[in-house]
């Protein structure tokens, strides 16, 4: 059993892989926050088995509520976009970490275009979600054209992590998160017309 | 009982307030993630019912692993850390929605301050937020002065985002987001010395 | 004769259109700038005539010296990438108080679409020019596409600002630094292969 | 006679120090654009002999014009504040370049904390220029704090940029860069109250 330091609290253990009990009780169920705490109530990143490898962390979101009492139509589905939205911020956040742990590596040269990438690949993540986000006179050829620079930096970055993926965990983590990101921009891009 | 539309799955209701039936039989225990969808499991958004009048959603982050991963000496907490930046992140999203959903409503007038506050509050959660990422080298007094400007600008928007909470849903989301954003500023702020 | 008020100084004088008595002088001698004052000498940006109806202005840039000591190989020619660079840098600066400008107008409401477009452009812009800044390990594909999304921008912001430039000095103003920098983008592409 | 190659022309060439002829004709007058070529005037970067050791290039720039005619009232010097906004910005593009050429170094070790100020910097000085550039609601506090950042981050990069500036060129530049920043963002604090 691993468990993530430091996140772990009496209402939120984070378990490696299928040696958690209490995850045939409660699959299919929607996930469910502990009740805030009297204080520190702040600590909205979670850890949360995901049945494999890797331990996958939640944190709050906004994006669905504020989309969802937006007053402008927007021709897309709302909860796509949402979701889209924060995989692409968090791959920007990851891809911004992944460049900072990499040049913390005591060999940085064979992760110079690593680093590279990920800065790339954060900055058009950050400014690909910002375009996402604003639908007050939305322009469709802006949106697509930026969704398809994020797809090439996604895949770009992502193979190039996924290089590193077996020396460095920070490299398959964010590799990780490029093809989520990638994936999740293409199938937008896909209902964008 | 309130649905946030389209976010609802099989596996993900979203439910308002106290009316949700398997809320005191997981209590303190960890939330668990639906097993992947075959396709679409670029949908890592969920809402979650949190007890109280507002939906929440939650959405999967790399932050906690990354930051375990880096291979520098972090003189904080990494939880802590992880969770601070993960709120800031989504708080700088917070904003920039605002902004553009504030811009949407029929009547700019009163609004326009508020529009200003949240571009400013994005920009600033952002460029804190990667500030807090970047541990190779680690400068604490640049880390501190950024916070600082952070926890002004999140005060002062919140408190504009706050005169509107009645009158827009939207502004109600984002003041929540800044109030979460400027509490884990301080918290953070206390323990870097 | 018309003064950019408070740019103006004893070494310097923005003067509009043809009456400028020493313009045959120096007509075709590089421009040199006055030496610098006892103090105040951050003061970098200068006001020139350019023969019409608009004062330009100049600025202090390193990015033609940062490129020349670049230790990579550039398969591009850097004077005219650093040229390219500062017109993207100075299109995003022009959008970001564009937006804010038209916030401030009286009636917002026919601007909307504008502010929505500034935003939008300012960012990409921002994040074009990084991406061009960074030679370790150059990806022309990010490259090539973030240049398109940028170009795409540029049209669709300066033709938005174009439709207010009667009304809007600001509006006039960011729409020719839009299609600068659409012109600009262009001929870089057309290098990039 | 050292000339930056790419960027001479006919009506602007580029030479280092007291050996420039037209110097003493010229000096005192303003520094005039040459007319516009016929095709390619997008080349607003213009290079100047400024009687010293460095090659210092000018770029044209609408954010004294775009402040001119911002139609709210600003409590500020319009001049200074533009000139002030334009000094940043371009520090933030000579750190993003200062980061990339550092990494580009066959030595990288003795470069990792310069590059992380680099990266730091760049982002705080691009975000203190749009909160400065927003005076629709103009906020003195989060305008002053940022500003503090914004002097910590140019003061703590230009000094570690400054003891690689006899190896490294670049570093030279940025340091250079981060001192005039930091020298305008102190003089704009001292008028904001």
Redesign the interface.
Known sequence: MTV????AT??????RGAS?P??SV???????????AAH????????????GN???????????????????PIGI????L??????I??CS??C??????C????M??PL??C???D??CA??C??T???L???????I??AR??L??CV??CM?CGAECAMHADM???CR??A??CS??E??CR?LLATLR
Do not use: W
């Not at 409660?26 to 805030?36: E, I, N, S, T, Y």
């Not at 949402?82 to 995989?87: L, Q, V």
């Not at 986000?133 to 322009?139: E, I, L, V």
């Open positions: 993530v330091p430091g996140v009496a209402d939120s253990v984070a378990i958690c209490e995850r409660v699959r299919g169920r929607p996930p469910v926050l502990p009740p805030p520190g109530d702040y600590r909205d990143t979670q850890a949360i088995p995901n049945g890797t331990i996958m962390t939640m944190t709050t979101t906004s994006t669905a509520p504020m989309l969802e009492t937006h007053p402008a589905d709302r909860a796509q949402a979701a889209t939205i924060d995989t911020v968090m956040q990851a911004t970490m992944c460049a900072d742990a040049l913390s590596e005591e940085v040269g110079k275009t680093i590279t990438r800065l790339d900055d058009i950050a400014t979600a910002r375009v986000s604003r639908h007050t006179g939305f322009d050829a802006i054209s930026q398809e620079a090439i930096a770009s460095h965990e920070h983590v964010c990780e998160a989520r990101c994936r999740a199938e």
